[in-house]
């Protein structure tokens, strides 16, 4: 079955062969099952690969990842997997352990880090007796318990809907551990509650003038990223709700929110001189590093994310149609113990012959200008990006440098 999956998807759709947006393929990686030449599944990687040199999907979770310790060998229900932008279940701390199937994200609420960073400057002018990292340190926890008061209140509001209003769900258990009689709340309580965040590099720009790329960033990030982690761990024991750190992808709320810093703080270079501010912890798209040294970086901070992240790299054309290469990268974020990993291929296909590539706008056999330029947003793929994406998200891709371009 999973064969005429990924058959399907290298075929394509339709008469013009096009990249299906949905469903978002997902391949769970899993050593002795299909991730060494002699595994059982071998072949089906291999097959995955090739889809997604063609066809961005699937991408790749990590079924071996650390932070899905505790998971049942005998059980796939227990195997690490993402919805398919990025979001995970952790550990339930309501009985259900590792199970993913029944259960998903409830509510999200996400902290825009370098607002935060902005105010604690203009504290420590007051305040000079005080570091400038304790002071925000300071105002970040204060934000991850109103953001957990935003959270719970939520979750008390989504609980005390009717299930009337949701009659097949509940009929027929979309949702696990559902009890009639005790109503929603008896299922919601083994889903995530997720505490998100958006700009972490230009929070750190802000704060120490780098990012986590330098050694110096890297160990800021580290002690913001570990806060995250111990206030949910905490909220999780103390509410016995399942609160996870979320590495958000804020399709709109990257612009969004970097206009209305601009509006406040204005152009600032580095930081606010872009349409968009970084997703979650990513190493900013236009940075020029290799895809190893990308996710070198990245996988330094997915291990305090419970909730969902995505590390991804932009590939050329060419290193795309190259499977051992891909094979290769795949494998070394699986290594690197990166929970869920996608690799960009550009593709762009022409609506009148159906040629695929990269070409942007023009087709280079029939010479259309009816193209459909698809591109990864979060986990998924959007239609056209020029129409489909806010001018926040456009201007990311505009600005997304081919890693290929800096491999040794
Ligand atoms: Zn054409």
């Known amino acids: 079955m999973i064969k005429a999956l ?38 089906l990687f291999r097959l995955a690969l090739k ?6 999907y699937p991408n790749y979770a990590n079924v071996d990842w650390s932070g899905n ?22 550990w339930d701390i309501n009985g259900l352990g590792q199970l993913k199937d029944g259960r998903g994200n409830i509510c999200p609420v996400t902290i825009i880090l370098p607002t935060l960073a902005m105010e604690a400057k203009e504290k420590a002018i007051d305040d000079y007796d005080t570091d400038l990292i304790d002071i925000f340190m300071n105002i970040l926890d204060e934000a991850i318990h109103d953001a957990k008061d935003t959270l719970i209140e939520r979750f008390d509001w989504i609980c005390s809907q009717d299930p009337a209003s949701a009659k097949f769900m ?65 909220f999780k024991e103390e509410y016995k709700l399942n609160f996870g750190v979320y590495y958000t992808p804020a399709e709109n709320l990257c612009y969004t929110a970097l206009k209305k810093f601009r509006e406040k703080y204005g152009v600032i270079h580095n930081i606010s001189d872009k349409e968009f501010f970084t997703n979650s912890m990513h190493v900013p798209v236009w940075k020029q590093i290799s895809p190893f040294d990308k996710i ?81 947003v979060t986990g998924y793929l959007t239609g056209n990006y020029t129409t489909a994406f806010n001018y926040g998200k456009q201007d990311e891709v505009h600005n997304r440098v081919k890693h290929t371009g800096y491999m040794e």
Request: with cysteine.
């Open 6 to 43: 990924l058959d399907g998807s290298i075929k394509g759709v339709g008469k013009l062969h096009k990249t299906p947006i949905f469903p978002c393929g997902i391949f769970q990686c899993m050593k002795g099952v299909n991730r060494d030449p002699g595994d059982p599944n071998y072949d």
């Open 51 to 56: 889809s997604t040199a063609k066809r961005l």
């Open 69 to 90: 310790a505790g998971y049942d060998r005998n059980d796939p229900r227990t195997y690490f997997s993402t919805m398919g932008c990025r979001t995970a279940n952790g």
């Open 170 to 234: 509940w009929e027929n258990n979309t949702m696990a551990g559902y009890i009639p009689e005790e109503g929603p709340r008896s299922a919601l309580k083994h889903g995530t509650i997720v505490i998100g965040q958006l700009g972490l590099a230009e929070a750190l720009q802000i704060l120490i003038g780098c990012d986590h790329t330098k050694p110096k960033g890297m160990e800021l990030a580290k002690l913001i990223e570990q806060l995250f982690k111990t206030r949910c761990a905490e």
């Open 296 to 376: 070198d970086i990245e996988s330094q901070l997915t291990g305090y994310s419970s909730a969902g992240c995505i590390t991804y790299v932009e590939l050329e054309s060419t290193v795309g149609k190259n499977i051992d290469a891909m094979e290769t990268l795949v494998n070394y974020a699986m290594d690197k113990d990166i929970p869920y990993f996608a690799i960009n291929v550009p593709c762009d296909t022409c609506l009148e012959c159906g040629y695929t590539g990269e070409f942007n706008n023009t087709c280079p056999v029939c010479g259309s200008d009816h193209i459909q330029q698809l591109r990864r």
